[in-house]
Nanobody, 127 residues
Framework: QVQLVESGGGLVQAGGSLRLSCTAS????????MGWFRQAPGEERELVAR????????FYVDSVKGRFTISRDNAKNTVYLQMNSLKPNDTAVYYC????????????????????WGQGTQVTVSS
């Protein structure tokens, strides 16, 4: 059974940092693109960051550029999201995802076609 399990969420004050982890089990994801989405109450799910299988190519949504860093350790089947300078509008449930496709993730997500999802971890940033 393939599982993606997120951890590292929590409550933090504005300006603080958190590091999210997503560990995969049930298969190796070393050839998969992996990424992070987030969904705030009443909002659509948003692609936050994505990283290629070898870590060389990354994507960030404009609102997190310069503050968030995505990385991966294929030996540990884990992807990370380091979040610095957190803001109250970063508050959301953060979801890990994995898919063989390297691009088009926002559209794939809207169509429900991304292969694997985690259960989500809550990040709350207080002002």
């Amino acid at each position: 059974q393939v599982q993606l399990v997120e951890s590292g969420g929590g409550l933090v004050q504005a300006g603080g940092s958190l590091r999210l982890s997503c560990t995969a089990s049930g298969r190796t994801f070393s050839t998969y693109t992996m990424g992070w989405f987030r969904q705030a109450p009443g909002e659509e799910r948003e692609l936050v960051a994505r990283i290629s299988w070898n870590g060389r190519d990354t994507f960030y949504v404009d609102s997190v550029k310069g503050r968030f860093t995505i990385s991966r350790d294929n030996a540990k089947n884990t992807v990370y999201l380091q979040m610095n300078s957190l803001k109250p509008n970063d508050t959301a449930v953060y979801y890990c995802a994995a898919d063989p496709k390297a691009t088009g993730w926002a559209a794939l997500s809207r169509r429900g076609e991304l292969h694997y999802w985690g259960q989500g971890t809550q990040v709350t940033v207080s002002s």
